[in-house]
């Protein structure tokens, strides 16, 4: 663990911003609000809502991230993707986007509606992420995040791949990338040692998911392709009807792993909350993080 004295000279640098997906009803809608409502006194740099595979959240993930700009004055990123959208499509919700203030985009691939199946572009559309990134690049200046992946993306052929790719997106005009979650900080940090060396110079922005549910985690770290240690699986053990004790773990084991990373020098995080602010609002407490004093209830 830092010290006091380790976490405040680190506290003047510290950024985080948090990812919300779009909720499916109206009980899960009031959840997702008090959380944005409570995590956003913590002044993120942005926070981002995620685009259901295919495209299948379209409306929601736009009306989540005008409500979120326009209630909390925090920028707002919405994610993206080529499945599912023609370029024309692209070009219209873009511009739409542009049109109401939102600056802010994380392009990616994005997931095919049935998992498991081969991914083929969309006729019309944008192929890869790549190719999207450069597109809302000649549509106007937004701010563009792309995803990394340290321990590669499933379709990757190689870690070689996974590298020059990245940097062809930033290449492309992508300001960010955001890591896919991951629980040893050694795969992040060769990754990271690894983009230096390929000269990329953009951020790598760690992603931390706090655990609320360690069979939800198993299910995610499998679609993605990231591992999840032993003593993860050892300590959650047991657990899965005892909430109190599941966050007390929790909470020790992202606090540990976000101020390791931050005595290798990473000063940006990313938050994948899952739509709830408990955990990650006592970490960003932890760090130092106390914002303005103006929640809403």
């Not at 109206?26 to 913590?42: N, V």
């Not at 009306?63 to 024309?88: F, M, N, W, Y």
């Not at 998911?209 to 499998?222: G, R």
């Amino acid at each position: 663990m830092m010290t006091v004295q380790e976490k405040q000279a680190a506290r003047n640098d510290l950024r985080v911003s948090f990812e919300f997906f779009p909720p499916k009803t109206e009980k899960m809608e009031e959840t997702m609000w008090r959380s944005i409502h409570r995590l956003a006194p913590l002044n993120p740099s942005f926070v981002s809502v995620t685009y259901g595979a295919g495209g299948t959240t379209r409306d929601r993930t736009h009306g989540s991230v005008t409500r979120i700009q326009g209630e909390t004055g925090i920028p707002a990123a919405a994610h993206l993707t080529c499945v599912g959208h023609t370029k024309d499509e692209i070009e219209q919700i873009a511009r739409k986007y542009w049109d109401e203030g939102i600056r802010s985009i994380v392009a990616l691939r994005g997931d095919l509606p049935d998992a498991g199946d081969t991914y083929e572009p969309t006729p019309g559309g944008y192929p890869y992420a790549v190719d999207l990134v450069a597109g809302l690049k000649e549509i106007a200046d937004f701010d563009i995040s792309v995803s990394a992946y340290p321990e590669m993306h499933p379709d990757a052929p190689s870690a070689d791949f996974e590298i020059d790719y990245l940097k062809r997106k930033i290449d492309a005009g992508a300001n960010r990338a955001i890591t896919q979650f991951f629980f040893d900080n050694e795969t992040y940090l060769r990754f990271r040692d690894k983009c230096d060396a390929a000269g990329i110079t953009a951020p790598i922005v760690p992603g931390i998911l706090p655990v609320t549910n360690f069979a939800s985690l198993l299910k995610f770290a499998d679609m993605c392709g990231a591992s999840v240690p032993e003593r993860l699986r050892w300590r959650f053990d047991g657990l899965d009807e005892d909430p109190e004790t599941r966050r007390m773990v929790a909470f020790h084991e992202a606090i540990s792993q976000v101020e390791g990373l931050m005595k290798e020098g990473v000063s940006d995080f990313h938050f994948y909350t899952l739509n709830r602010a408990e955990l990650t609002y006592a970490i960003c407490h932890a760090l130092g993080i106390r914002g303005t004093d103006k929640a809403a209830a």
